[in-house]
């Protein structure tokens, strides 16, 4: 069972370039999100994803784009890379109890840094 | 907005004893869960425990258990029995609602031998 796979793991990236940090899933969850983490901030959220082709704004969305075509997939593109995006970035997918939210799995996580 | 607190930056146990890691949050969404999450150095997010709002008895996970005193807004993590491998960061988070994640800014574990 693959659970979350991200990639790449690491990436280094020139200014101004642009790239797409790939997520998938294979436990059918609806929700997915995309998450940095910078030091001493703990984990924000960027962007999130209700179900195929939801999508909505967390707490740090500038200058990162997501879609969701698939409920499997949900990938992250930065438009334009600038050094403050020197982060890493975790994937997650989770499930509701009806509740609200269960447990949220998290990808291996991608670190990347931006020069 | 959804805010949640860890106090403790750092943390020292010695191997054997009991640890607590405390955790405040504060929503105003009647229905919220709670979760505990360990990262070690080699990055990984691993799940805890998880406490719903609505739970009438605290969350225990085998030597985790989750101390949640609603009206003090108040989940702290106990862990019992340290073991070297417990040393790690530590993530408080809240669900308000059916929402998203929103995490503390973790406390660091060391357990010493």
């Known amino acids: 069972n693959a659970g979350v796979t991200q990639t790449p793991k690491f990436q280094v990236l020139k200014t101004g370039q642009s790239m797409t940090l790939q997520c998938a899933q294979d436990?059918?969850?609806?929700?997915m999100s995309w998450y940095r983490q910078d030091p001493g901030m703990g984990l924000r959220l960027i962007h999130y994803?209700?179900?195929?082709?939801?999508?909505d704004q967390g707490e740090v969305p500038n200058g990162y784009n997501v879609s969701r075509s698939t409920t499997e997939d949900f990938p992250l593109r930065l438009l334009s890379a600038a050094p403050s995006q020197t982060s890493v970035y975790f994937c997650?997918?989770?499930?509701?109890?009806?509740?609200?939210?269960?447990?949220?799995?998290f990808g291996q996580g991608t670190r990347l840094t931006v020069v | 907005a959804q805010k949640i607190t860890q106090t403790q930056p750092g943390m020292f146990v010695q191997e054997k004893e009991a640890v607590t890691l405390d955790c405040t949050y504060d929503?105003?969404?009647?229905?919220?869960?709670l979760f505990w999450y360990k990262q070690p150095s080699s990055g990984e997010m691993i799940f805890l425990i998880y406490?719903?709002?609505?739970?009438?008895q605290n969350a225990t996970e085998g030597r985790y258990s989750l101390n949640f005193q609603k009206a003090r807004k108040s989940a702290n993590l106990v862990i019992s029995a340290s073991q070297l491998g417990d040393s790690a960061m530590y993530f408080c988070?809240?669900?308000?609602?059916?929402?998203?994640?929103?995490f503390g800014t973790g406390t660091r574990l060391t357990v010493i031998p």
């Open positions: 997650a997918s989770s499930y509701s109890n009806g509740r609200g939210l269960k447990e949220a799995f």
């Open positions: 436990m059918n969850h609806e929700y």
């Open positions: 994803s209700v179900g195929a082709g939801i999508t």
């Open positions: 929503t105003s969404d009647p229905s919220y869960g």
């Open positions: 406490q719903g709002s609505y739970d009438q």
């Open positions: 988070a809240n669900v308000p609602g059916a929402n998203n994640l929103f």
